[in-house]
C-alpha cells in the first residue's frame, strides 16, 4: 500500500501560484493519486485525482512525474479562501475497498 | 443540494451516555465510509459499508463503537457508554462504484464533545 509523503506547511501570497509538493514512491501501477483540502471546521473537500498524465479542473492542476513516484498540487491564483491543510491521498485496501489514509497534510497559509 | 448530510452537527453527551449520529450519503451511492477526526489530526478510517454489507470495520477503536446501514442507504454510527476519549468529529463519506476510480465525498461532520 503507498504512502505518501507532506511538507508540514507552506505558506503562500495571495494571486500568487501555490505548488504542494507530495511523495509516493511506492506507488503501484494501477493506483490513484487524490488530492483532498479541508478547511477549518469543515468536512475534507475533494480537488482532483490522477493516475498518470496531468490533469486540470477548475480547482487546480496536478502535475504527476512520469515515474509517478511524485507529483505537484498547483492552484495558479491563490486566495485566502484556499487557507486549510491539503492532503495528497493514495487509496489503500485491496478490493477497491479504498479507505483513505490521510496523514498529518500540508497546511496551506495564503497571505495578503 | 444532492451532498452528503450529517446529523446532528453538534452532540454534547455526559460520560456513559449512549450516542446515535446519523450519515445520509449522495443518493445512489453504493459505498459509504466513516472516519473519525480528533482535534489537530487528519481523519481515521472506521469503518466500510458497500450497500448494506459492513465490508470492513477494523478501525473501529472498541466493541463500544458500532455502525449500521441497513437498507443501504442512511448510516447510523452508535457509540455506547462513551468516553472523553471519543470526543472528536466524526466524518461520513459516500462513493459511486460507477467506475475504476474511487471519489468519496465528505460531509460537514458531526462534533461529539464527551463531559
Known amino acids: 500500500d503507498a504512502k505518501t509523503t507532506q511538507p508540514t506547511s507552506m505558506d503562500c501570497a495571495e494571486g500568487r501560484a501555490a505548488n504542494l509538493p507530495c511523495n509516493h514512491s511506492t506507488i503501484s501501477g494501477n493506483e490513484y493519486v487524490y488530492w483532498y483540502r479541508q478547511i477549518h471546521s469543515q468536512g475534507p473537500q475533494y480537488i482532483i485525482h490522477?493516475?498518470?498524465n496531468n490533469e486540470t479542473n477548475e480547482m487546480a492542476s496536478l502535475i504527476i512525474t512520469e515515474d509517478r513516484k511524485s507529483s505537484t498540487l498547483i492552484l495558479p491564483h491563490a486566495t485566502l479562501r484556499d487557507t486549510a491543510v491539503y492532503y495528497c491521498i493514495v487509496p489503500q485496501g485491496s478490493g477497491n475497498t479504498g479507505k483513505l489514509i490521510f496523514g498529518q497534510g500540508t497546511t496551506l497559509q495564503v497571505k495578503p | 443540494g444532492a451532498g452528503v448530510s450529517q446529523s446532528p452537527r453538534y452532540k454534547v453527551a455526559k460520560r456513559g451516555q449512549d450516542v446515535a449520529l446519523r450519515c445520509d450519503p449522495i443518493?445512489?451511492?453504493?459505498?459509504l465510509f466513516w472516519y473519525q477526526q480528533a482535534l489537530g489530526q487528519g481523519p481515521e478510517f472506521l469503518t466500510y459499508f458497500q450497500n448494506e454489507a459492513q465490508l470492513d470495520k477494523s478501525g473501529l477503536p472498541s466493541d463500544r463503537f458500532f455502525a449500521e446501514r441497513p437498507e443501504g442507504s442512511v448510516s447510523t454510527l452508535k457509540i455506547q457508554r462513551t468516553q472523553q476519549e471519543d470526543s472528536a468529529v466524526y466524518l461520513c463519506a459516500s462513493r459511486s462504484d460507477t467506475g475504476r476510480q474511487e471519489t468519496q465525498y465528505f460531509g460537514p461532520g458531526t462534533r461529539l464533545l464527551v463531559l
Open positions: 490522477g493516475l498518470k
Open positions: 443518493s445512489g451511492h453504493v459505498s
